[in-house]
């Protein structure tokens, strides 16, 4: 059972890999709210490092869960 929770959580978030930019938009809203000024200019100014990063990070921790969940 835990193995079939890994590969579903590994799709979904394979399935959020094209919507990083969206993503990275939303965190600079979310923080804008708070008022957190610093980290809003640092998002913008580097936005494709950051999407790109976003990117990796999850398609890195999908093929994670995907190796667990076959393994097991």
């Known amino acids: 059972m835990s193995s079939w929770l890994l590969v579903i959580s590994a799709i979904l978030l394979l399935i959020l890999v094209p919507f990083a930019p969206q993503l990275?938009?939303?965190?600079?809203?979310?923080?804008r709210w708070l008022g957190w000024n610093w980290a809003v200019r640092t998002l913008e100014n580097h936005f494709p490092a950051w999407v790109l990063?976003?990117?990796i990070m999850?398609?890195?921790v999908a093929a994670a869960m995907l190796y667990l969940g076959?393994?097991?």
């Open 70 to 72: 076959w393994t097991q």
């Open 53 to 55: 990063f976003f990117r």
């Open 24 to 31: 990275v938009r939303l965190r600079i809203r979310i923080l």
């Open 58 to 60: 999850l398609f890195v």
